[in-house]
């Protein structure tokens, strides 16, 4: 895949493709569904889906040129053994983490919930990131995968834009890695949030990356 220019904000951007990853942030059905851990805090889930469909279009056109795609997946061991007494103890007992919920466990690797949603489902070969915390570096083989493969370029997808699409993109911005945020593929349960959230990512210049669209990078893939 050749270098090309991508159309972003604050600025066109230049990227090789043949060292760049898509990374698919949480999209999971304990933050999309009914009956999920987003739900659980009041959220009205139904505002998420809005990035479904960008999302599969990217995913279709990254599995069509072999692009290295990654999907990460925010959850506990069964034991709560990697969960924060602080972050489990919030909010209401019968809706906290490990909490019986209708998908099972809430945010407990292996059940239901936790998993990802058909729509978006990964395939053989694309590496799936079971993340303790909300950046998908934190406690994770993510950047040792991205090396490997010479990545330097990382164009972001995911849920939910202002918490652990944002705080991926700051982790990666500290680790050399481009970050290149496709809104369209992005969505908060709090529309205001989605807008700032994506406006400190490209504020001043872009000091943690830079925002595009779904469109914009089928079209620097030449698809569009």
């Known amino acids: 895949m050749p270098q090309t220019m991508i159309e972003a ?41 809005a990035a479904v469909a960008p999302c599969q279009a990217v995913l279709a056109a990254a599995r069509a040129a072999g692009m290295f795609v990654i999907h990460t997946r925010e959850g506990h061991l069964p034991d709560l053994s990697d969960a924060p007494p602080l972050k489990i103890e919030r909010g209401d007992p019968r809706l906290r983490i490990g909490a019986p919920g209708p998908m099972g466990r809430i945010l407990i690797r292996g059940e239901p919930g936790h998993d990802i949603i058909p729509e978006l489902y990964p395939v053989a070969g694309e590496l799936v990131i079971d993340k303790p915390g909300k950046g998908a570096f934190y406690h994770t083989e993510l950047e040792s995968a991205l090396k490997r493969r010479n990545v330097e370029t990382l164009f972001v997808c995911g ?4 918490v652990c699409v944002n705080t991926t993109v700051r982790e990666g911005n500290d680790r050399g890695f481009r970050c290149i945020v496709l809104g369209d593929c992005c969505a908060s349960y709090f529309p205001e949030f989605h807008t700032m959230g994506l406006a400190m990512i490209k504020a001043q210049g872009g000091i943690f990356g830079w925002v595009s669209t779904s469109q914009a990078m089928l079209v620097a893939m030449g698809l569009h």
Do not use: W
């Open 159 to 162: 849920v939910t834009t202002e």
């Open 9 to 49: 904000e604050p600025a066109k951007v230049k990227v090789d493709l043949g060292r760049s990853a898509l990374v698919i942030i949480d999209m999971q059905r304990d933050f999309l569904e009914l009956g999920g851990f987003g739900a659980a805090l009041g959220n009205d889930v139904s505002r998420l889906k």
